[in-house]
């Protein structure tokens, strides 16, 4: 759970950037503005316990290879995105779920996927970060 991690890690206080890579495990539990919330909470957490960093919440991915969550995912992103906008005085900003996940047909491309079809491969991750983030 995020938000178990950004209220029981600590952070050292040279990080400058966080990136919130939230999954899908609630998708199909949990309304999406309770998960897109519990996402803000996290990030905020975060903040309290260092304000100089800067906090991006990625959107969340497409897991497996069934479809049937693809609207609730995108309406937890859309939430997350106007929520952000609203923090962005407070250094949370909003990352566009990376669209070169998917296909033209919107299925996952596998090899970025771990044989589960829901965790990035390191090789993804490897892609979309620095070396001066830290990522959970």
């Known amino acids: 759970n995020v ?5 029981n890690l600590d952070f050292n206080q040279s990080i400058k950037n966080v990136i919130l890579f939230s999954g899908t495990n609630n998708i199909e539990r949990d309304s999406q503005y309770d998960i897109a919330n519990s996402i803000i909470c996290s990030a905020l957490v975060i903040l309290k316990k260092n304000k100089n960093i800067i906090i991006s919440n990625s959107g969340i991915l497409p897991r497996d290879l069934d479809k049937s969550n693809i609207r609730s995912i995108a309406i937890v992103n859309k939430i997350l995105a ?10 949370i900003k909003f990352i ?33 970060t620095t070396q001066h983030y830290l990522i959970f």
Do not use: M, V
Request: aromatic share 10%.
């Open 82 to 91: 106007d929520e952000c906008k609203k923090l962005s005085n407070y250094a």
């Open 3 to 7: 938000l178990w991690r950004a209220e």
């Open 96 to 128: 566009k779920p990376a669209l070169d996940c998917t296909d033209q047909n919107g299925d996952i491309i596998s090899k970025l996927f771990w044989i589960d079809r829901l965790h990035l491969s390191r090789d993804y991750n490897l892609k979309h």
